[in-house]
């Protein structure tokens, strides 16, 4: 309402000054006075009828000029510019008409008949009056300060109704006032009085369009007022905004690194599972321990394998992001994506006074670590000194070549997927319908895909990739067998896998990615999302002198996970030496929590080696989950044992904290039959439902996997514990009651 008062005042306004422009700035052509004819007039008589022929047509070319400029005005002119007698008042009007002219004895002089009427050719609308006539009008007055033009009145005898008499009136109308209106004792004024009436009625205009402004405010602010409880929805739109503009980097918490505190007993460098767990730990064996953590992600701990499964497919609203980041698991049970809500933890400022103990400093990075002085330094160059650290920094995704040397148009249509903030954005496209392009075929490349297509399918979505170079999904960790008949069931569920392909080149139109395959085929496809894999983030090796394995990656630590003495290393990015396995790296939710775990309890001086078998798991949709421990890699020898199809097991919650490892075999001297369908034949199974594959290493048991079996990891961890040898593995897979 308040625009359209403003734009309606502006309109008026610009209406009245520029009506009030050209009634200031109008000017009328009026005939020069007469002059007297030249002296020698009389001795050279063609002279004289030259001069009179120019100025007549001068003074035609002038009015059609003026009817030109003015062609709705009604001119009333002298007919002619011969000196008549009204230029002597002693002369009478009605003297002969060859009368000399007054001071010009010698100047013959004729009037034309008073009843005769001049009409200018080419325009009819201007009739001309002689001057006799407009002498003979006791209302004219012709002087120098007021043209002719306008001292014509309906009485002048040159036409029966005065043709002046419409524009007299309208200038008589618009003729400006004096300021003074009380001294004012006619309708004419000055100049100087119509500048200031004029900037009287600026005045004016500029007083209306602010009450104008000033009650369209008012209304505005009536309208879209809020209730009561606007400081506390104020309060939390401010938050909300702090929020997200932590979220995008923009802004540190606390705001300046001088908030920290300048030594602390416990601190972490990292805020992932790994360091959450060392909390929990830390807490739990020293309850007045004060913890800080560091972190460049932009929020509190929280655990990531939802992001590829569980949370695609529950049913939420359209909001971005989702409140909390809430799913539902496959037991049914409903949690969110952070381990604790954000009163669990306190200001970084406020960890010396505060009973809670844990803090979280966000947007900041460590640069150096000094185990020497037990110090770390910060990217702003300000240190903090500790009793006990921690390193978990875990990984960062890897993207390809053919998209990292890319131009800029390319590479804003390809992402990674790790963090909550990649969820939202792909959850938007996968909404407008975009045709999505994931590239990979391991844990998170498959599991999205399955994902996708679930939400594109329940969404009425777009078209759904998968591009790898294998022959299968999954093919790193499953047979061969396994991995094609995987690849089958996830084309059922609407993914369109291309195997065997990579990509070759990519360009970008106006819309979409044109990716050029090796095998010749062509996908169009409004974003690529890069799943090959991640590498352990080792910035701190070289300037903090700690050791990196070459082959593997990560920090090298021992078996109490310390890379220096009161230095631990947890999670994604360190190399530990396992007894059985020997040096590994483990990239797995498991591991995570169970390393993170066992390094806080190391900090409060625990000293316990890490001899914990990790373990995995991974959902290709609701059909298909399996669980891994031990060395699961496809490279190795492995037998596979599988059941006819039923019913679909019993899942289980996955994201609950592991136990300790040292589960005993159960039912390992139980008796258990073998029943019709049982087969170590992949190629005599028609459906692989359920069933174990055992990963042999120089005829021993390294690893096992768990294909649609679950709550049995413990009884898998036991076999592999035992390194030993096995005859028969038909009879070790009876003890997982693959038909119960």
């Not at 959450?276 to 929020?299: G, M, W, Y």
């Not at 352990?536 to 394995?549: C, G, I, K």
């Not at 030496?577 to 390393?595: I, K």
Request: net charge negative; glycine share 6%.
């Amino acid at each position: 309402m308040s625009i359209i008062s403003i734009w309606s005042v502006q309109c008026l306004t610009r209406r009245f000054f520029r009506q009030a422009y050209i009634l200031a700035n109008r000017r009328i052509l009026v005939p020069p006075p007469l002059q007297p004819p030249p002296t020698y007039a009389s001795f050279r008589s063609a002279h004289n009828n030259l001069y009179q022929m120019v100025k007549k047509r001068t003074f035609e070319a002038r009015s059609k000029m003026q009817a030109k400029k003015y062609p709705n005005h009604q001119v009333c002119i002298p007919k002619n510019y011969e000196y008549e007698n009204q230029l002597n008042e002693d002369v009478d009007p009605q003297a002969s008409d060859n009368a000399s002219a007054p001071g010009f004895p010698n100047v013959n002089y004729q009037a034309p008949p008073q009843s005769e009427q001049l009409i200018i050719k080419g325009y009819p609308d201007v009739q001309v009056c002689s001057a006799k006539d407009v002498l003979k009008s006791s209302e004219c007055e012709l002087n120098s300060s007021e043209p002719v033009i306008d001292s014509c009145k309906p009485k002048d005898p040159c036409k029966p109704k005065d043709p002046c008499a419409e524009f007299k009136r309208k200038r008589q109308e618009t003729r400006c006032q004096p300021c003074n209106d009380g001294n004012a004792t006619g309708g004419g004024g000055s100049d100087e009085e119509c500048e200031c009436r004029l900037k009287d009625l600026r005045l004016k205009c500029l007083l209306g369009a602010l009450a104008a402004l000033l009650t369209g405010g008012l209304l505005t602010w009536f309208l879209t007022r809020q209730p009561d409880d606007s400081e506390a929805r104020r309060a939390a739109e401010e938050e909300e905004l702090r929020k997200r503009r932590l979220i995008a980097g923009l802004v540190t918490s606390p705001a300046s690194s001088e908030d920290l505190p300048n030594h602390v007993p416990y601190l972490i460098v990292g805020g992932g599972t790994a360091a959450f767990s060392a909390c929990r730990a830390i807490k739990s064996n020293d309850a007045t321990a004060k913890v800080l953590v560091i972190s460049n992600e932009p929020r509190k701990p929280y655990m990531r394998p939802p992001l590829s499964k569980e949370i695609w497919y529950t049913p939420n609203p359209s909001e971005d992001p989702i409140k909390d980041y809430r799913f539902q698991q496959w037991t049914g049970s409903e949690r969110s994506l952070f381990f604790e809500p954000e009163g669990y933890f306190v200001e970084p400022e406020n960890l010396a006074g505060s009973a809670k103990g844990i803090a979280v400093a966000h947007g900041f990075a460590v640069k150096k670590v000094d185990h020497d002085e037990r110090k770390v330094t910060l990217n702003d160059g300000y240190q903090i000194g500790y009793d006990s650290c921690l390193i978990a920094t875990g990984c960062s995704p890897k993207n390809l070549n053919i998209f990292q040397d890319a131009p800029p148009s390319i590479r804003e249509k390809v992402m990674v997927y790790r963090t909550p903030d990649d969820f939202d954005h792909l959850r938007k496209l996968a909404r407008e319908k975009r045709s999505i392009t994931i590239v990979g075929n391991g844990f998170i490349g498959s599991e999205l895909a399955c994902s996708l297509a679930h939400y594109s399918k329940e969404n009425d979505g777009g078209k759904v990739y998968q591009v790898f170079e294998e022959n299968g999904n999954m093919s790193q960790v499953l047979p061969d067998y396994l991995s094609r008949w995987t690849m089958a069931k996830m084309e059922s569920q609407g993914v369109c896998v291309i195997p065997n392909a990579s990509i070759r080149s990519a360009t970008r139109d106006e819309a979409d990615l044109k990716l050029e395959l090796n095998n010749g085929m062509t996908l169009m496809s409004d974003v690529v999302v890069v799943c090959v894999g991640c590498s352990p983030n080792t910035e701190l090796a070289a300037p903090s002198r700690l050791e990196v394995d070459r082959s593997r990656g990560g920090f090298v630590v021992n078996a109490e996970l310390e890379a220096r003495r009161n230095l631990y290393v947890a999670g994604d990015v360190s190399c530990f030496y396992d007894p059985l396995l020997g040096r590994r790296r483990v990239e797995h939710y498991d591991h995570s929590m169970v390393s993170g775990r066992l390094a806080g309890e190391n900090m409060t001086g625990a000293k316990k080696p890490y001899q914990h078998q990790s373990m995995f798991w991974s959902d290709l949709g609701p059909e298909i989950g399996y669980e891994g421990v031990g060395l699961v890699d496809s490279s190795l020898p492995t037998v596979g044992v599988f059941a006819l199809p039923s019913d679909a097991a019993e899942r289980v919650d996955n994201l609950a904290e592991p136990k300790e490892s040292g589960d005993s075999m159960g039912t390992a001297d139980v008796e258990v039959f073998t029943k019709d369908g049982i087969t170590c034949d992949p190629d005599d199974a028609a459906d692989y439902g359920k069933g174990v594959v055992f990963y042999m290493k120089d005829d021993k048991v390294v690893g096992i996997l768990l294909w649609n079996l679950f709550n049995r990891i413990g009884l898998a961890r036991t076999i592999i514990n035992k390194n030993k040898s096995y005859d028969n593995l038909n009879e070790v897979a009876k003890l997982f009651e693959i038909n119960a």
